[in-house]
């Protein structure tokens, strides 16, 4: 059973040994790991050329900067058709030793011909990997009325079959939010979501960001408020879902088309339009506070 690991580089000198060592550490075997480097400036580069040379199973491509969202993309459409399963990887994380047996050993209990999504809870750490806490549980279904206006599944601990590849490369996007995101909203859409509640990796988490564990609740709330109105600024979201509708809308289920026609639909355009939608919708967050702030952007037209 081979397993292809997904690596998309932009200047991560600093923090990619640790991750690529956690690769070549893991217990299931083989393992191929393809990189894709974005336009690094640093010693990236440099380095996956020494772990290249020095590991057979390391493929490294160079390609100009796309974002991290593209070059996701565009890995996968180089990825492996032969594979069995396909993961991704962030470049400053560190896998256990056991995420990718733990992540095959859910995804073969599922039949093998339905595209199928693996993704796990992760221990949060800060830059000298000392730990901080864990993500959330998710307690609400994931599902395309979920994956419409959130991606609750964090992407370096995405794992998916091949059935789910080629899901996923029969129609390529131009305008989504994230790689991680547009696969959950295909994939739930089509196929089989897989949540584990064990976390796999270890997400290291920079100074610069805020993830939201152990910031307190006064100062969480905020950084969930900014979050939402910057996203509502950008109309991202919408957006996604448009492209989604051009895709895949015509393959979708009786059910599945009624909630994106709302969702996209010319009713909103009216201030009394959204409100009424927002009163009514079947799309949903994770969490209570989250749900309710969604039906307040809609009502202001901010998503």
């Not at 640790?18 to 070549?24: G, M, R, T, V, Y």
């Not at 994939?187 to 988490?205: C, H, K, T, V």
Request: charged share 20%; proline share 4%.
């Amino acid at each position: 059973m081979i397993v292809q690991v997904l690596v998309s580089t932009y200047n991560g000198a600093a923090y990619l040994k640790p991750q690529i060592d956690s690769l070549l550490a893991q217990d299931h075997a083989p393992v191929k790991i393809l990189v894709r480097d974005d336009g690094s400036s640093d010693g990236t580069v440099a380095l996956l050329r020494e772990y290249q040379a020095a590991h057979p199973g390391i493929e490294v491509v160079l390609g100009a900067n796309l974002g991290f969202a593209q070059s996701f993309l565009t890995l996968l459409a180089l990825s492996s058709p032969t594979a069995d399963y396909i993961a991704f990887c962030d470049q400053d994380d560190v896998w256990r030793p056991g995420k990718i047996s733990r992540a095959t050993h859910f995804l073969k209990g599922h039949p093998k011909e339905t595209p199928t999504f693996y993704c796990s809870r992760l221990t949060v750490v800060d830059e000298n990997l000392d730990v901080l806490g864990q993500s959330r549980i998710l307690k609400r279904e994931l599902s395309f009325r979920n994956a419409l206006v959130e991606c609750p599944t964090p992407g370096p601990t995405i794992v998916i079959n091949q059935p789910a590849r080629r899901l996923l490369l029969e129609r390529i996007p131009r305008e989504i939010y994230s790689h991680d995101w547009w696969m959950y909203l295909v994939i739930s859409a089509f196929g089989r979501i897989i949540f584990d509640e064990e976390p796999s990796i270890l997400y290291r988490q920079h100074a610069s960001n805020v993830v939201g564990t152990k910031v307190g609740f006064i100062r969480g709330l905020g950084v969930k408020i900014r979050r939402f109105w910057r996203i509502g600024q950008r109309q991202v979201v919408m957006r996604q879902a448009e492209e989604f509708n051009g895709l895949y809308g015509s393959a979708l289920s009786a059910q599945q088309r009624w909630t994106l026609e709302r969702f996209v639909g010319s009713s909103r355009k009216r201030f009394f339009g959204r409100l009424g939608y927002a009163c009514s919708c079947d799309v949903y967050r994770q969490s209570a506070f989250d749900s309710l702030a969604l039906r307040a952007l809609i009502s202001l037209n901010r998503l």
